[in-house]
């Protein structure tokens, strides 16, 4: 018990070191990343007025894909492009939240770039 209040603490310490020097704008939000042991959700978000433009998870009901949680992560973030390049959004920025740049993280950051998001 100790030892994941001792993880959650580090994420949070990083994650609050990338909040300090990004942020998203209405010319180029930002694509917030989260991450749990059964699903990844992604979100574009407008940081000057709080609102979320658009949002895509591996858990919605709209969203079929099979593989590995790496394969449905990549299929997240193509989701999550399509839906921006619908509502007008080509670039954003890209918080990874506190966790490392590899795996399912990697895969969607990918995956949106395939879809057509430049970051």
């Known amino acids: 018990m100790i030892v994941m209040a001792g993880k959650l603490s580090r994420r949070d310490r990083i994650k609050r070191g990338i909040r300090k020097r990004i942020s998203g704008s209405s010319a180029r939000p930002r694509l917030s990343v989260y991450r749990s042991n059964k699903g990844i959700y992604a979100q574009i978000i407008d940081d000057v007025t709080g609102k979320t433009l658009v949002s895509a998870s591996s858990l919605s009901k709209d969203f079929s894909a099979n593989g590995t949680k790496s394969d449905q992560s990549a ?8 839906k921006a390049v619908a509502a ?3 670039d954003v920025v890209f918080d990874r939240n506190g966790y490392l740049y590899h795996g399912r993280v990697k895969s969607l950051a990918e995956g949106a770039r395939e879809g057509g998001l430049n970051f």
């Open 75 to 82: 299929a997240v973030g193509k989701l999550v492009a399509e």
């Open 88 to 90: 007008g959004i080509k």
